[in-house]
DNA sequence: GCCCATGCTGCAAGCGTTTCCATAAACAGT
DNA sequence: ACTGTTTATGGAAACGCTTGCAGCATGGGC
């Protein structure tokens, strides 16, 4: 292995002084900086970042905490994170709880305590207070990302919000037999995703004047046979048929769509079908959405620990962290499946 | 920070004894090993991997590579890995390529390179030369999933074989006229993936002396859309019309399968349907394919490599690193989308 | 009863950086 | 010319753990 003291005695100064050069903390003569730099380059040394890390406290290295992986927005939200820590030379270092209660305990009493990670991203994750103040304990910032933490900085998009635009959609469409399919209680991973995109929609509703009856509400699994399931049911009966669904998900709203041709209903003609996420197939099936970007919300998140990683380094004191709750943003897409209502 | 000599301290030994109490290097008397336990349980004490790492030489952490994240294959393989890895008590850092050719570079400059990691996965990659050897030199395992890479210990599942199987299965059904939807040349991620399901396909018709007729082979995207738009094409004119199509991948097939609605024809009365994956959403278009394993694979990648970490700790030479490619298991799954040709 | 294994334990030397402090050099002000 | 600053560099002490080596009991064989 070619150490540091190699490269100083290759440029012939201490190891002190290319500790300075190569890391840009404290002064270094112009001409000694490019000594130093190439005779690293030259000996291929890398500095070993446990070393480092041992010494100065930082670990350059960010711990992500997912609920899942294989799933369109978790990946998408990693993904995005990824990319903006390797540009600020950090690593990501990847925990998904699949595992269970134990996988989780094991994360949050183990793993991220070892002093590997400066600071932690937990996406869709309802920490208990608990493992909240344990972090905070060790100085580790946290940033949440999807649902408010107590106490913890984070990124959401407003569910409620979200689903009002896309319920607003429909009825200044002309709609007003409109749809819910929602997503059942037992779905808590996130947060009150599910009750807050309802009352987004009971709100448009009550807003324009409509009212909201409970046969068109229907809870669901998040995926698309749980989307085709409900839309085959609110579909089915052709008097009193919504003209209209508005879907939790793109992949429920899928569904509603592949549930619709199967009851020889065409989309948008007989029935309007809307979803939120923009999912990567949601072009494919010309579905309209309400689109929120989760490369964006993982990027976001590796901004905000930026920021605060360098002010805790400055002797900041913990005051103004800024606002705890960034709101990120979502915008209507208006494809194939929304139109006006046959009439 | 509750470092070691605390618990020393605290137990009434000395660090040394804790450092094997704890670890299992080493003997200790029973007795002083619970006195040790309970005192670092007491103090919450968490041993800083970064000095254990610099003192002992062992990351306990491996890297792994992946090309895109946001892609069900990548995803699960990750997955996979992670749950193997933490069971293991490993930690898992994560560099994925999206960002082009500069994010490649910098992975293996800089990162890798870091002593912060053991050994490394590479997922779907073709790694140049420089690059293996590169690790190699470092003393750092590497395996692959999905591809022969020269020199390395790789996980691969034979897409000939998958290809011929799915191929076999419409045979066995009575079909003659059989279309292939390949990957063009452009995607060229997975190795030479398209070109070898190609051949699959070839030889199984061949075996069953039926001839191969190049316009029943059509180039696509590895996505719905591109199964979508060429099965439109294969099935578009009514004479001559395949009977089977025999997609290289779920995401393509379920596109055939919406095709041929949109053609107003009957899955799998009018055509049958088969893929490759098992993609999370062949079950809900009953799609019949042929399952490769990717959570498998990641854990498989995990074991081969904590084989080698352990055989490299106990001195065991280079010499038989087992056989260099190991092949994974597919497994033929009849859902719906396949039956017995149109008389 | 003595000596030699045997098995636990403690001492202390690293592991490869960073950073505090001291030193030295260079320069400005008087 | 002399002190007072300022700036670049080197020496050396951490950082918190692991591990080789030596020491010291303890127990068994003669």
């Given at each position: 292995m070619?150490?540091?003291?190699d490269v100083?005695?290759h440029?012939?100064?201490s ?7 190569l890391?840009?903390n404290?002064p270094?003569?112009a001409?000694t900086?490019?000594?130093v730099?190439s005779?690293a380059r030259e000996l291929?040394?890398?500095?070993s970042?446990?070393a480092?890390?041992?010494?100065s ?11 899942f ?9 990693v993904e ?11 690593d990501l270092?990847?925990?998904n709880l699949?595992?269970g209660t134990?996988a989780?305990?094991?994360v949050f009493?183990?793993?991220?305590l070892?002093?590997r ?7 869709s994750?309802?920490?208990?207070e608990n493992?909240?103040?344990r972090?905070h304990?060790?100085?580790k910032?946290?940033v949440?990302v999807?649902g408010p ?10 569910d409620?919000?979200?689903a009002?635009l896309?319920t607003?959609h429909l009825?200044?469409l002309?709609?007003t037999r409109i749809?819910h399919?929602?997503g059942d209680?037992?779905?808590?991973l ?5 009750t ?5 929609y009971?709100?448009?509703?009550a ?8 046969e068109?509400?229907?809870p669901?699994d998040f995926t ?6 409900a839309?085959?049911?609110l ?6 048929r919504?003209t ?6 793109d ?6 769509i ?8 065409v989309v ?7 979803g939120?996420?923009?999912h ?10 309400v689109?929120q970007?989760?490369?964006a919300q ?7 620990l930026?920021n605060?990683?360098q ?12 606002a705890l709750?960034t709101?990120m943003?979502?915008?209507l897409?208006v494809?194939?499946?929304?139109a006006?209502?046959?009439s």
């Amino acid at each position: 292995m070619v150490g540091i003291s190699d490269v100083a005695r290759h440029a012939g100064v201490s190891t002190a002084t290319v500790s300075r050069a190569l890391s840009g903390n404290g002064p270094v003569l112009a001409a000694t900086r490019i000594r130093v730099e190439s005779a690293a380059r030259e000996l291929g040394y890398v500095p070993s970042s446990n070393a480092s890390s041992l010494a100065s406290g930082r670990m350059k290295n960010i711990g992500v905490v997912v609920p899942f992986l294989n799933r369109w927005f978790f990946a998408s939200v990693v993904e995005g994170a990824q990319s903006a820590l390797q540009r600020n030379g950090y690593d990501l270092t990847l925990y998904n709880l699949t595992g269970g209660t134990e996988a989780r305990r094991s994360v949050f009493e183990h793993f991220l305590l070892r002093q590997r990670v400066d600071a932690v991203i937990a996406v869709s994750l309802e920490l208990t207070e608990n493992e909240v103040t344990r972090l905070h304990a060790l100085g580790k910032p946290l940033v949440g990302v999807g649902g408010p933490l107590l106490g913890v900085p984070t990124l959401t998009v407003d569910d409620i919000a979200v689903a009002r635009l896309a319920t607003e959609h429909l009825i200044t469409l002309g709609h007003t037999r409109i749809a819910h399919i929602g997503g059942d209680k037992a779905f808590d991973l996130d947060f009150n995703l599910p009750t807050n995109r309802r009352f987004g929609y009971q709100a448009a509703l009550a807003g324009a004047g409509i009212e909201v009856s409970p046969e068109l509400y229907k809870p669901a699994d998040f995926t698309m046979r749980g989307g085709y399931q409900a839309a085959k049911q609110l579909l089915g009966s052709p008097h009193e048929r919504p003209t209209a669904i508005f879907a939790a998900s793109d992949e429920m709203a899928i569904g509603c769509i592949l549930a619709a041709r199967d009851l020889g209903l065409v989309v948008p003609r007989d029935v309007s079908v809307i979803g939120v996420d923009d999912h990567e197939q949601a072009g494919f099936f010309g579905l309209s959405t309400v689109a929120q970007f989760p490369e964006a919300q993982g990027e976001k998140a590796v901004e905000i620990l930026m920021n605060e990683l360098q002010a805790g380094s400055a002797g900041v004191a913990d005051a103004g962290t800024g606002a705890l709750n960034t709101s990120m943003p979502f915008e209507l897409i208006v494809r194939d499946s929304t139109a006006c209502p046959p009439s």
